[in-house]
């Protein structure tokens, strides 16, 4: 595994330069090898020993202990590419690192790094152009297609035709922030399903309440349903039997009097973010109210919006306005422990989907990937145009900066030739990942792109040389490799404007957004 270098190694001996394209490189080393559907997943330990497998480059990425700070900019370019795009993060980090890479070679040749900056923005303005000229209308069919290629590699790839389609028909049903997924271990991936309304991985907190409730009026409550937390650290000094017992029934009406102002408004269904007192509990079981306690918030929040409902943190403040209504909530069996399942929603578009796996890790992963499915099958909707997979657009890029190249006057000209090389990291890494000879399937890429029909030809992983793309269903969204390109150029141009790395004498303030000042 590389080793990400040290922010003091050798300051005083080696440029910034050399160290930023160093840091590139290694980082680049580090995901590529993720690359494609035979790409090796990576082992991630944290330092309380939790693991976790995966072959996500931004998963990888965002997970691993950075040193320098160049490589933390790095990062940045996954980041911006997960959020704008849900894949492509390893590819946009391997063309910095092979655009740095070059970058070196052209310093070396006493290019000055701004005149490399310059050629490589050129570069990527034309193939921005170039892509869009090979862009292919959307279809269901390439939809789906751009769901599975998504997956490919992956864990959820023994069953990507099921998790496509299913990916695809929530999608088309609702917009990407009303899905809510909720992940389930110790079953098969073959049992994972969508379904109409909300799914909250919880249950009841007594065997006593009902299994279901029609038109649920719903409380929807952030903070502890018990007496205040002064009142909890009370203490008294036990004189006899009868204090004891005035202390537990003053206890009991003081929570009897929260769980009636909570039942005024109506409630029928409490679900609390945090804890509720087993006394509470009792009261609600007795009058027939359901309800969970530690309740995510992603799936507190899920409830409100749905239901038109408010979560509120005080609660003598909670009132009938505040509730949130479903036509129907119920437990539904699920592996060896049930789920809440709300359906009959006022508000509609609300879509869950149930992921499951026989391990955790697995159900994980297949999640990170089914998160991939889902956004790049909306990106691509967004769009309106997708591209042949498999490293193609990448060829066909080079191919036509290396004649665009030849327009380009002064020493820029050598820039934009070195970007156009660059781009076949990516076919020469998806070969190599899967056994082959990079060079050789270059070279056979190279001709199938000589003729214009080629431009869809990428890497066949299975035989060597190359395949169309676009027929055996190997698809990808336009914007995600128009955004990997965009970041890594951006990046590597920041990166080559670097002439010197300095320690501050203090370090920048965090402002309430989390972001450095």
Not at 206 to 212: A, I, Q, T, W, Y
Not at 215 to 236: R, W
Not at 448 to 457: C, I, K, N, P, T
């Amino acid at each position: 595994m590389a080793t990400v270098v040290d922010a003091k190694q050798n300051a005083s001996v080696v440029t910034a330069h050399d160290v930023n394209i160093q840091v590139a490189i290694q980082l680049a080393d580090l995901v590529k090898s993720t690359l494609g559907p035979y790409g090796m997943d990576k082992e991630m330990v944290d330092p309380a020993g939790v693991v976790v497998m995966t072959n996500d480059g931004a998963t990888i990425l965002r997970e691993t202990k950075l040193h320098h700070p160049t490589a933390r900019i790095i990062t940045e370019v996954a980041r911006t590419q997960e959020e704008n795009c849900f894949d492509g993060t390893t590819s946009s980090v391997v063309i910095t690192g092979e655009l740095m890479s070059k970058a070196k070679e052209l310093l070396n040749l006493k290019i000055h790094p701004t005149r490399i900056a310059k050629g490589y923005t050129l570069a990527n303005k034309k193939a921005q152009v170039l892509l869009e000229e090979i862009g292919v209308d959307i279809t269901d069919d390439l939809l789906l297609s751009v769901g599975k290629t998504a997956m490919t590699g992956k864990s959820a790839e023994t069953e990507q035709d099921q998790l496509a389609q299913i990916a695809l028909d929530v999608i088309k049903a609702t917009p990407l922030e009303n899905i809510n997924i909720v992940k389930r271990p110790n079953g098969k991936v073959k049992e994972s399903l969508a379904i109409s309304g909300l799914l909250i991985d919880r249950e009841k907190m007594d065997h006593n309440m009902p299994d279901s409730i029609k038109d649920a009026k719903i409380a929807l409550i952030s903070v502890d349903v018990t007496l205040p937390e002064f009142a909890q650290q009370l203490q008294i000094q036990v004189t006899d039997n009868n204090a004891v017992k005035e202390f537990i029934e003053s206890r009991k009406a003081q929570l009897q009097e929260i769980a009636e102002t909570i039942l005024a408004t109506g409630a029928n269904v409490i679900l609390c973010k945090r804890d509720i007192d087993p006394f509470v509990v009792e009261i609600f079981a007795e009058k027939g109210v359901y309800a969970a306690r530690r309740v995510a918030m992603s799936d507190m929040e899920a409830v409100a919006k749905a239901g038109k409902g408010r979560m509120v943190s005080a609660i003598d403040g909670l009132k009938k306005s505040d509730l949130a209504s479903v036509g129907l909530l119920e437990e539904i069996a699920v592996g060896e422990k049930p789920l809440i399942k709300l359906t009959d929603i006022a508000t509609a578009g609300s879509v869950s989907v149930l992921l499951r796996a026989p391990t955790q890790h697995s159900v994980d992963e297949i999640g990170r990937a089914f998160d991939d499915a889902i956004g790049v099958i909306s990106v691509a909707m967004d769009h309106g145009k997708v591209l042949a997979g498999g490293g193609a657009p990448y060829l066909h890029l080079s191919k036509n900066l290396r004649e665009y190249a030849a327009t380009v006057s002064g020493r820029e000209q050598m820039a934009v030739e070195a970007y156009a090389q660059a781009l076949e990291v990516i076919p020469a890494a998806l070969a190599e990942n899967s056994g082959l000879d990079p060079l050789d399937t270059l070279i056979r890429l190279r001709q199938l792109h000589a003729s214009a029909a080629g431009h869809s030809h990428g890497v066949d992983v299975e035989n060597g040389g190359g395949v169309n793309m676009l027929e055996q269903g190997v698809i990808e969204p336009l914007s995600v490799v128009s955004q990997a390109l965009d970041s890594a150029t951006d990046i590597a141009s920041q990166l080559l404007r670097i002439d010197n790395i300095i320690e501050m004498q203090k370090g920048p303030e965090i402002g309430e957004d989390g972001y450095k000042y």
